[in-house]
């Protein structure tokens, strides 16, 4: 398990001071096993519930997009008004159900040879990772 001097110093390399807030999504985000996905809202709702007080939306905005800035935390945007945040920073790719609003991790062994037949110019592929949308069967149920 990671102690509090760890997180202390995440989020002093973050250029964020040490709260007791801070350091509650530190521990939320960070003393896990699995990776955990989570938007900013649910995030704020579940640190809210275990401090037993009411957390501001823009402490944890502003804690997760520096931890995303430093790299200890990645975006995966859904759609234009939807992101969820994954604290498993490798490459990897990701299933997304649609029915649940869930974000699973989808391993490089279930997806086949990628074949990128165009770049733009200038530019070279740094990674590439896979959002699969999935959604219930409707047309297979009686």
């Known amino acids: 398990m990671i102690k509090n001097a760890e997180f202390i110093d995440k989020l002093r390399s973050s250029g964020l001071r040490p709260t ?8 939320v985000l960070f003393n896990r096993e699995k990776t955990f996905h989570f938007t900013i ?3 704020a709702k579940s640190i809210s519930d275990q401090l ?7 402490t944890v905005y502003n804690t997760v997009h520096a931890f995303k800035d430093k790299g200890y935390l990645k975006e995966i945007s859904i759609n234009s008004d ?3 945040f994954d604290t498993n920073i490798s490459d990897h790719h990701h299933f997304f159900d649609e029915d649940t609003n869930q974000l ?4 490089n062994d279930d997806i086949g040879k990628i074949n990128i037949k165009n770049n733009i110019p200038r530019k070279k592929i740094n990674s590439i990772e896979v959002l699969i949308k999935v959604a219930s069967d ?3 149920q009686n």
């Open 82 to 84: 939807k992101s969820y």
């Open 104 to 107: 699973i991790d989808c391993g």
């Open 41 to 43: 809202n649910d995030l």
């Open 20 to 27: 007791k807030q801070r350091l509650k999504i530190c521990e």
């Open 138 to 140: 409707n047309q297979n």
């Open 52 to 58: 037993n007080e009411k957390i501001s939306l823009a």
